[in-house]
């Protein structure tokens, strides 16, 4: 869509240490800023096309391990608890809406509604309540970074068709992991929005949509 009108954003961010610069999968980086971290591969920038073994990426991190400053740890059942427990109260302070979540054992994905609060604003305001969190309740020593200094991803979705597959797509995560489908409290079901029940046929956004020729009831 010319000139689109985001209405929601799909956050990711990884734990401390996981998918550095030099992922053997590839990375957002183009530069890797340490020799220590240099030495472990070769830079890739962008996701590869061809995506290497798993026992590949398990071994560049065991190497990582014995060089990042700080422990490369996970987030057990626990600790996601705890982490989902921030997500919420900071939802509900924030008056975000959120539609999907899946917190990983080394990342994070959450799909939340546009908000007067900017994409990297919400990821950092998530990522500090749940680092605070996790070492108040003992799941990570005060001086651990425990995510990834680097922001995070973000999708900008632009249509509520792009919303309804993202949704699947982030419920899914955990199962190639043998981890259950996450129901976290915070999240509601997804109504459409903009082009909810009782909405304005006439809203910017509406119009905007038959312009581009992509308003439901186009097609």
């Known amino acids: 869509m010319s000139q689109p009108l985001v209405i929601a954003y799909h956050l990711i961010w990884t734990a401390y240490g996981w998918w550095l610069p030099n992922d053997p999968r590839g990375s957002g980086s183009k530069e890797v800023c340490t020799d220590v971290l240099a ?60 539609y999907a979540c ?30 605070i969190r996790l070492c108040a309740s003992n799941h990570r020593p005060a001086d651990h970074p425990t995510w990834s200094t680097r922001g995070g991803w973000k999708v900008f979705l632009e249509h509520p068709d792009e919303i309804r597959r993202t949704i699947p797509y982030i419920e899914r995560n955990p199962l190639p992991l043998g981890l259950p489908v996450q129901r976290w409290p915070f999240v509601k079901e997804y109504d459409g929005w903009p082009l909810h029940a009782g909405h304005s046929p006439n809203s910017p956004y509406a119009k905007r949509l038959r312009e581009a020729g992509r308003h439901p009831q186009q097609s």
């Open 102 to 131: 899946a917190i990983m054992p080394d990342h994070v994905h959450i799909l939340i509604r546009k908000h007067k609060h900017q994409a990297e604003e919400m990821i950092d305001v998530l990522k500090e309540a749940s680092r």
């Open 39 to 98: 030495e472990l591969g070769e830079l890739h920038f962008g996701r590869k096309a061809v995506q290497p073994p798993g026992h590949e990426v398990r071994r560049f991190y065991e190497k990582a391990a014995q060089v990042l400053q700080h422990p490369l740890l996970s987030f057990d059942e626990d600790a996601r608890a705890e982490i989902g427990l921030a997500f919420g109260e900071v939802i509900e302070e924030q008056c975000y809406t959120s």
